[in-house]
T-cell receptor, first 113, second 116 residues
Framework: DAKTTQPTSMDCAEGRAANLPCNHS???????VYWYRQIHSQGPQYIIH???NNETNEMASLIITEDRKSSTLILPHATLRDTAVYYC??????????????FGTGTLLAVQP | GAVVSQHPSWVICKSGTSVKIECRSL??????MFWYRQFPKQSLMLMATSNEGSKATYEQGVEKDKFLINHASLTLSTLTVTSAHPEDSSFYICSATRTRAGNTIYFGEGSWLTVV
C-alpha cells in the first residue's frame, strides 16, 4: 500500500502558486520524498525529491516539515500545462529493488485560466 | 529529452495473440527496470521487477506465465502479454533508474494496448 496521503483534487488559477500537500507520517529515516506528475496518457515525469532539507529546481520547490511527516510541492507560477495528477512517493534511495515506486491515488491539479 | 523509451506507443491485437512491449534505457545502463499497468482513471499498479540476467520478480496477483518479462541486456527489458484478452487492454509503463543522477527513476512514455 502507498505510504502517503494526498487530497484527491485541487484547483489553481493560472499564474498563481500551486501548493500541493502530502502526508507521510510513517516515513522512516532513510526514506526520501519524491514527487512525480502524470499528464494525461503519458508516463510519469520526475519533478523533485528530498530527504529533509528543502529543495528547489527549475520546475518546483519542495518543503519538508522538520519532523518529516509531511511535505508540500510548490509550483511557483502555475500554467495550464501544469494540469496533471501529482504523486507524492516515499522510497529508499539505495538502488536495485528499492527503486520500485508504489503509487497512491495522487492529486489532480486543475489549473484554471 | 526522453531517457527511457518504450515501443510501441500503442498497439491493437486480436484476442488470443501475444504482444511484446519494449523498454529501453537511453545512454545509461539499468540493471533493474519496473513494469506498471494503469487502467483508465486509476493509479499506476506495479506488476513486476525486471532483473538483468535473472528472473523477474512479480507482485502478488500478477500471473508470471501471462506477463513474460525478459531483461536480456542492461538497456532493454521486454514485456510480453501472452494470449491477450480484452481485459488486458491497458496502459503499460516501464521505469528505469539512472544511477548517476542520484538514483532518480525515469519512466517511459507508456504503451497503450487494446485487445479486440
Amino acid at each position: 500500500d502507498a505510504k502517503t496521503t494526498q487530497p484527491t483534487s485541487m484547483d489553481c488559477a493560472e499564474g498563481r502558486a500551486a501548493n500541493l500537500p502530502c502526508n507521510h507520517s510513517t516515513i522512516s529515516g532513510n526514506e526520501y520524498v519524491y514527487w512525480y506528475r502524470q499528464i494525461h496518457s503519458q508516463g510519469p515525469q520526475y519533478i523533485i525529491h528530498g530527504l529533509k532539507n528543502n529543495e528547489t529546481n527549475e520546475m518546483a520547490s519542495l518543503i519538508i516539515t522538520e519532523d518529516r511527516k509531511s511535505s508540500t510541492l510548490i509550483l511557483p507560477h502555475a500554467t495550464l500545462r501544469d494540469t496533471a495528477v501529482y504523486y507524492c512517493i516515499v522510497r529508499m534511495n539505495y538502488g536495485g529493488a528499492t527503486n520500485k515506486l508504489i503509487f497512491g491515488t495522487g492529486t489532480l491539479l486543475a489549473v484554471q485560466p | 529529452g526522453a531517457v527511457v523509451s518504450q515501443h510501441p506507443s500503442w498497439v491493437i491485437c486480436k484476442s488470443g495473440t501475444s504482444v511484446k512491449i519494449e523498454c529501453r534505457s537511453l545512454d545509461f545502463q539499468a540493471t533493474t527496470m519496473f513494469w506498471y499497468r494503469q487502467f483508465p482513471k486509476q493509479s499506476l499498479m506495479l506488476m513486476a521487477t525486471s532483473n538483468e540476467g535473472s528472473k523477474a520478480t512479480y507482485e502478488q496477483g500478477v500471473e508470471k506465465d501471462k506477463f513474460l518479462i525478459n531483461h536480456a541486456s542492461l538497456t532493454l527489458s521486454t514485456l510480453t502479454v501472452t494470449s491477450a484478452h480484452p481485459e488486458d487492454s491497458s496502459f503499460y509503463i516501464c521505469s528505469a533508474t539512472r544511477t548517476r543522477a542520484g538514483n532518480t527513476i525515469y519512466f517511459g512514455e507508456g504503451s497503450w494496448l487494446t485487445v479486440v
